[in-house]
């Protein structure tokens, strides 16, 4: 099993910045990506980034064409954390954000993620 516990939403202006965190535990050895998706009300769950995190370097990454340039995924091994920095926010980027762990695509990409692998979220709200 893997644990995930995001944290760091809250209320920005847009224009603001936010850091998430998803802290794992667990058997983390299991998988090999973590990986922030989002979902609005009323809209499809939809993927923000990813960043591999198995050996041999590690460290690839992968981003929604939406949040590109805006948005940076990074890992602390140390602390068996994955972050999410976010800038230059938009109303737009308002949803709850979940980070989940499975498996990264050979090719790259968003995370093949296990379904009992997510956390259980935190809300990102942009205003205008």
Known sequence: QVQLVESGGGSVQAGGSLRLSCAASGHTYSSNCIGWFRQA???EREGVAAI?????????TYYADSVKGRFNIS???AKNTVYLQMHSL??????????AA???PASGGFC????????QGTQVTVSS
Do not use: F, R, S, V
Not at 52 to 60: I, L, M
Not at 112 to 119: L, R, V
């Open 41 to 43: 009300p009323g809209k």
């Open 52 to 60: 591999y995190t198995g050996g041999g370097g590690g460290g690839g």
């Open 75 to 77: 890992q602390d091994n």
């Open 90 to 99: 938009k109303p737009e980027d308002t949803a709850m954000y979940y980070c």
């Open 102 to 104: 499975g498996l990264y």
């Open 112 to 119: 093949y993620t296990h379904a009992n692998y997510w956390g």
